[in-house]
């Protein structure tokens, strides 16, 4: 869920790292889109984990904090649902600039200005704290050792899962754009979603080659026939062909664009989804499965976000491409 929330933190990367200034359209979107999906995140987790009540303990209670990556995680996802609360405030105070009222109009202008002058700190904050915790959530993982299957136990999980939230969060950023365009009648940011599908589909190539050569170098190439060999090659081909669509020339057509989105998307989910589920071995008589709660809570944090994403987008200039 943090991973498909991150195409605030991918598209930041190009436009003000990169200084992509033709992306900037998508920023607004993307933020939009990961704030939604790390609240909404972390209220699945508050559920998940149960003891809700507890939560607020975890920054103010300073002396008990220790080298834990789920603490680390914990403090950062928090931090960064306040930082993409203020880094999407301009779109509140635009709207408050046209209203009627004197007062809400000054404090329109006034919350602006104050935006220009601290934007770059708030950006700095909004690259730091996605780069910290997506690479802890590999880290955590490194914490069972021999449990976790040769095939996803790598040192280099922190970068492995770096990488792949920008490439999630690339192919969200197209999605959200295409379905938006489609939803609102919108035109359709072809063109530049094209040269984003190249970023992405570079950005995926080069993850799938380091992975490659990271596995053969630890001399586990003999294990690709086993069954957790099926499900390595299932992440691998699900994203070299998601690679393969937008690195093409059908990157220039919208459905295709979508197509190979949506492929990366589920490339980059199956990672994760291998790494925490099928790779985890804590016993021979351990399984698991979502039960149907957890299912019909999951789904009903999916529905909510898309509520809430229509009726945002329908008050505050989130599209106008400002």
């Known amino acids: 869920g943090t991973a498909i929330g991150c195409g605030g933190y991918a598209v930041g990367l190009l436009v003000y790292i990169l200084n992509r200034g033709k992306y900037h359209p998508l920023v607004r979107p993307a933020v939009l889109t990961s704030l939604l999906g790390y609240g909404l995140a972390v209220i699945a987790v508050m559920i998940d984990l149960g003891r809700y009540w507890g939560l607020w303990k975890v920054p103010i ?29 301009p779109a509140l105070f ?5 209203n009627v009222s004197g007062k809400l109009r000054d404090l329109g202008e006034s919350g602006l200005r104050f935006m220009e002058k601290s934007f770059v700190w708030v950006l700095a904050l909004g690259l730091l704290l996605p780069t910290m915790h997506q690479s802890s959530l590999g880290t955590m993982m490194l914490l069972p050792g021999p449990k976790v299957h040769p095939l996803w136990f790598t040192p280099w999980l922190p970068l492995l899962f770096l990488v792949n939230c920008v490439i999630m969060g690339f192919a969200i950023v ?7 365009a489609v939803a609102f009648g919108r035109n359709r940011e072809t063109a530049m979603l094209a040269s984003l599908s190249k970023v992405a589909g570079w950005v995926a190539i080069g993850w799938l080659v380091f992975r490659l050569v990271e596995v053969a170098i630890g001399g586990e190439l003999g294990l690709l026939g086993s069954g957790y060999g099926i499900a390595f090659l299932a992440e691998l081909v ?7 669509i ?6 220039h057509v919208a459905t295709w664009q979508v197509r190979g989105a949506v492929l990366l998307l589920l490339g980059g989910a199956v990672h994760r989804i291998n790494t925490y589920l099928v790779a985890f071995r804590p016993g021979s008589h351990f399984s698991y499965f979502p039960a149907l709660p957890e ?9 909510a976000e ?10 505050f200039p989130i599209l106008s491409g400002h």
């Open 94 to 98: 635009e709207k408050l600039r046209s």
């Open 61 to 89: 209670f300073v002396w008990r904090w220790s080298h834990s990556p789920q603490l680390e995680v914990a403090l950062c996802v928090a931090a960064y649902c306040l930082v993409l609360l203020v880094e999407l405030s």
């Open 238 to 244: 699900t994203l070299l062909a998601g690679a393969a």
């Open 174 to 180: 197209t999605i959200e754009a295409s379905f938006s």
């Open 295 to 303: 299912l019909l809570i999951t789904f009903g944090i999916i529905a």
């Open 306 to 315: 898309v509520a809430i994403y229509i009726a945002v987008v329908k008050t």
């Open 246 to 251: 937008l690195l093409s020339g059908r990157r």
